[in-house]
């Protein structure tokens, strides 16, 4: 299994103190050894660090520690394998340009005796989730070779999740630089921070900051994670089979597969 | 214009020294501050860093200059904008999968009155470069839905090279992180490192290497740039019009537009 790091917020927002919490789960206090990645959207690009090796010892990982990156959506991922080698073509997020704009996805959990459709987007390693991935961008293309909004596209994302849903485990974050889907088949859980904003202490290491010193009282910033990665606040948990979809920090809309 | 840097090797190899000449190039010793990326192929995976800012004054490029990341194939840029704004998207290298691999492109110059072909590969930015690589990717997926050997792509690689000639200036490297090609209409430099190895020194800031303590006698490393980057060593300047396809470090087939 692997753990999730997810946010959308409406204004750019660095997620240093976030991925302080995840990293120490890649090896430290978590086992998930085998890779970790961060997707930051920048506008429509899309910055991708990603390293086969544990978090805790990636120096990489410890440059995103103290540099602050800012960005309205971003999807990031520690891992422990199950299906595939460790490899750097096996370190989730994953990436494809899709309608022009630069898709995202992460994954947690296990997809068995599952057949992609479609062959025009080919995972490149060889994990169930980048295989579910590329079907998943698949089916989209089938079902609309030009750009619809998301209240189209929606139904779509439900339906390939259902499917992914009953060959096993399927949490996952996937976005398009605009909108966050997330769907939780297991374990998820969320919060929105808005003013009045207060202190957050990480559960994983002596870590606090306090928000109402780094934002402004518009900001609204939310954060998805497999598990809370703080201890004073109140996280929500998604049920299983429930999907959220978030934009600007705000949830557009949620439901059951 | 802009500054290129690649690199196809024998065995994976670090670029840090080549990068170092490089970066300086990016607002210190040159003037092309408005982004900068490396593409490293790790097996079939790609590790790319962008930055949107000059290199010189990037975090992520000094991480770089000290954190030997070994690979067979790179490619790198430094961006002088000239057609596109100043940002992520627009910054090279460009990346895109194609029958499962991870396609990486950059390029140098500037194209005037050009129309991409088809429609599957969109550009996430608006510049030149991306519209170019993408309807290059597209010309390739026309002629073959599935993967072939380089020796039955080159045709085709040649002939949209020789297209992008006759609507500007188009210095190239592509690759799918097995071979590297790599395109000249003005300015490009290569060189082959194999044993003997010796020193080399930097022509943009006082850093020498002695190649001899950190390769093995098999080594063979081709290293191809925009201007030469040491200056005790003999570069070879490519012909206007001239193209070269490297492998594992050697040059495995060569022709003009």
Known sequence: MCELLGMSANVPTD?????TGLMQRGGGSGPHRDGWGVGFYEGRGLRLFQDPQASIDSEVARLLTRYPIKSEVVIGHVRQANVGTVCLANTHPFSRELWGRNWC???NGQLSDFTPLG??????????SEAAFCDLLNRVRAAFAEPVAWGRLLPVLVEA???YRRH??????LSDGDWLFTCCTSKLAWITRRAPFGPACLRDVDVSVDFGSETTPDD?????????????????CYQPGEWRLWQRGECLATGQL
Do not use: K, M
């Open 105 to 107: 996805f992460a994954h």
């Open 220 to 236: 609204v910033v939310t954060v998805i994670a497999t598990e809370a990665l703080t201890s004073n606040e109140r996280w929500q």
């Open 168 to 173: 096993g485990v399927f949490n996952c974050l």
């Open 161 to 163: 999740a259902s499917h």
């Open 119 to 128: 062959s025009f987007y080919r995972p490149v390693g060889d994990t169930d």
């Open 15 to 19: 997620i240093v103190f976030s991925f």
